[in-house]
């Protein structure tokens, strides 16, 4: 990818991520992403997919965390 800044080519790169995250990883992210909806009990799936209450970036953010998850866990 190239960015052209006041005149001057910038070349970036995209470099694959070598480090996996490991299953606490993920649930410490997972955690603070929770953690800023908490409210005295936990949320379910469809609460967090479906409702308006979640934050769009955070509900990417959840279901990503928890599809990593699962595939960590298969692994």
Known sequence: MTWSVLGMR???QRTKM???LTVD???DRLFEVESR?????KEN??????SGD???TDRRLWT???NLLNK???D
């Open 10 to 12: 910038i070349q970036t």
């Open 18 to 20: 070598s480090n996996k």
């Open 25 to 27: 990883q993920i649930k």
């Open 37 to 41: 909806y908490y409210k005295g009990w």
């Open 45 to 50: 799936e469809y609460w967090w997919r479906v």
């Open 54 to 56: 979640v934050d769009s």
């Open 64 to 66: 990503r965390y928890q």
């Open 72 to 74: 960590r866990k298969e």
